[in-house]
């Protein structure tokens, strides 16, 4: 079995909803004893539409690698075993607004005067100070807030959000990133350290190919990383095919394979951004060269020498034959559903994965009679 790499870390993970809890579920990944600590509702998350009978489909994805137990932290003897977990571990997450942590008794100079070593971190809408700090943050929100809903489609087309929480997945990455690194910075200095990152922080990092705007430039500037409307979705006879060819080689292979191979020698169309200009001549052959097969076909032509994928939907992943390779799903046993499949830790360390065994998202105060003892 490869070593656990976070293995004897403690986390309780006090926050809601899906980045502080995934980012909880990439440090239990790496082998950090995580539970998660809930009021006597349970993490909003449980609650959301789903189609799963008496699950919530995103709570499942989110909590995974987790032991779960209840707390009322506004009744003083949850409080106060609250109090005992933070003295043995080594890492706090919330993703309460600023001033909330204070009025339960979880800010940071309280949990370290109980645990001088404590990497305490605080997941936030928009930081925790400034004039909009106390503003409740979602993902479309701040979708819709920074650009990314705006940049959407193409010019002219409605603002549209990106449905699958990008912004909280990146935060969620941020979350983990910041608490290893401040794990290996205690190590250092035997210090408690302080982590701070937000859905605001998060919606512009994940943007940092488009956040840079130069002197003299008109706010009507095109910011976007596309290049050019060869590289995309295309129609093809039978389905939809996305394809990108921007550098030479791809560009080559793919006037070839296509029966193009007049306009890979032609002058006016030599590099990348001579080809984005010319699209109006370019785009409608490529398009009727797509449609003598279908996706399918194309992507078995294309190969390994055009970056290309058939347009499929979730469902076909669950089959595919590479996330099959490479272990990226696992079933867990259920005690409501029978069982599920999800996936399972992104990561491998010395090229091997950890061998242990995936924990399931816990049922609401599943673990709180062996973590915290009988009922109070």
Not at 185 to 202: G, I, K, N, P
Not at 300 to 327: K, L, S
Request: charge should be negative; aromatic fraction near 8%; proline fraction near 5%.
């Amino acid at each position: 079995m490869a070593q656990q790499t976070l293995e004897g870390i403690q986390v309780l993970d006090f926050s809601t909803y899906i980045a502080g809890p995934y980012g909880a579920s990439l440090l239990g990944d790496m082998g950090a004893d995580v539970v998660k600590v809930e009021t006597p509702e349970g993490d909003p998350m449980r609650h959301y539409p789903s189609t799963l009978p008496g699950e919530s489909r995103a709570f499942l994805g989110v909590n995974r690698n987790k032991r779960g137990i209840v707390l009322d932290l506004k009744q003083p003897a949850d409080r106060a075993a609250c109090h005992r977990l933070v003295a043995d571990a080594d890492v706090v997450l919330h993703n309460f607004r600023p001033g909330v942590a204070e009025r339960l008794g979880l800010d940071f100079d309280t949990l370290c005067a109980l645990q001088p070593r404590l990497v305490y971190c605080s997941f936030t809408g928009y930081g925790p100070d400034g004039p909009q700090a106390q503003r409740p943050g979602f993902d479309q929100v701040l979708q819709c807030r920074t650009g990314i809903a705006q940049a959407q489609g193409y010019p002219g087309d409605e603002p549209r959000v990106v449905w699958g929480s990008a912004v909280d997945f990146y935060g969620a990455s941020l979350i983990a990133t910041g608490i290893c690194a401040a794990l290996f910075q205690r190590e250092r200095t035997r210090l408690a350290q302080r982590v701070d990152t937000s859905l605001l922080q998060a919606a512009l990092a994940m943007q940092a190919g488009r956040m840079v705007w130069a002197e003299g430039e008109s706010a009507e500037v095109d910011r976007d990383l596309r290049g050019g409307a060869l590289s995309g979705l295309h129609p093809t006879r039978d389905g939809y095919l996305y394809l990108q060819a921007q550098t030479e080689a791809f560009w080559q292979a793919l006037c070839e394979l296509t029966g193009l191979g007049h306009l890979a020698c032609d002058s006016r169309y030599a590099h990348m951004r001579l080809r984005k200009a010319n699209e109006a001549v370019l785009l409608p052959q490529l398009r009727a060269a797509l449609m003598t097969r279908s996706a399918r076909e194309w992507e078995a032509i294309f190969g390994t020498r055009v970056p290309c994928t058939v347009v499929r939907g979730i469902e076909a992943v669950f089959d595919d034959e590479q996330v099959a390779h490479q272990g990226l799903l696992v079933t867990h046993a259920h005690p409501t559903l029978g069982s599920y499949r999800a996936v399972a830790e992104p990561i491998r360390f010395n090229g091997e994965r950890s061998g242990k065994q995936e924990r399931r998202a816990p049922m609401l105060g599943e673990h709180t009679a062996d973590i915290v003892g009988p009922a109070r």
